[in-house]
């Protein structure tokens, strides 16, 4: 069965802070993504890959860093964590078509204090 | 631009009943839609998809969607709701009808009471 998993579960980080937050998939799925979900919101697009070694910006970049090392890895990189941050955090993965069902991960929950 | 809106914060039902959830897109052109579920505490989990055929799709546990291009909605619906059903439910589309992420609506928080 597809698998994404993330870690941490949970991270509680303080201001100006480094945090990378880490993802893997056994899918075989050349396209991952990044989103963040605030309480109450819908998920934004932060990051994609569809390569590994490469990164595209998606509708909301800013503050973040994305890192693609291999077809399976995938992590995304707050440099200088801030309070606007925090919120929870999913990693999908999917197949090269638009119609591609997106595999998520469980979400890993980031407080910035 | 695109966008999904889903106008409804909240519903709730008894079991038993129907339920319906609206979906309203805005797109160039015939869009990748999807519905997506939210357990607690859970990641999401695809309901079902569409792009071309029969506007009426079926989905897994019992849910349907009917796609109207005139009115640019997407619409999910199940007939007899089971308190399991109780759940965030988004409506997205594809990212300029590409693998390239997806649009999602704000969500709708459905509660499903004995």
């Known amino acids: 069965e597809a698998a994404v998993t993330q870690s941490p579960r949970s991270k509680v980080a303080v201001t100006g802070g480094k945090v990378t937050l880490s993802c893997h998939q056994t899918?075989?799925?050349?396209?991952m993504y990044w989103y963040r979900q605030d309480t109450g919101h819908g998920l934004r697009l932060i990051h994609y890959s569809y390569v590994a070694d490469s990164t595209e910006k998606g509708d909301i970049p800013d503050g973040y860093k994305a890192s693609r090392p291999s077809q399976e890895n995938f992590s995304l990189i707050l440099e200088l964590a801030s309070l606007s941050q925090t919120a929870v955090y999913f990693c999908?993965?999917?197949?090269?078509?638009?119609?591609?069902?997106?595999?998520f991960g469980p979400g890993t929950r980031l407080t910035v204090l | 631009a695109q966008s999904v809106t889903q106008p409804d914060a909240r519903v709730t039902v008894s079991e038993g009943a129907s339920l319906q959830l609206r979906c309203k897109y805005s797109?160039?052109?015939?869009?990748?839609l999807f519905w997506y579920v939210q357990y607690p505490r859970q990641g999401l989990q695809l309901l079902l998809k569409?792009?071309?055929?029969?506007?009426v799709v079926q989905g897994v546990n019992s849910f349907e969607a009917e796609f109207s291009k005139s009115n640019s909605s997407f619409h999910l619906q199940k007939a007899s709701v089971h308190w399991s059903d109780s759940a965030v439910y988004f409506c997205a589309l594809s990212r300029n009808n590409y693998a390239q992420g997806l649009t999602f609506g704000l969500g709708t928080r459905v509660s499903v009471f004995p």
């Open positions: 999908a993965s999917s197949e090269d078509r638009g119609l591609a069902e997106q595999f």
């Open positions: 899918n075989n799925h050349d396209y």
């Open positions: 569409y792009y071309s055929g029969d506007p």
């Open positions: 797109y160039s052109a015939t869009p990748y």
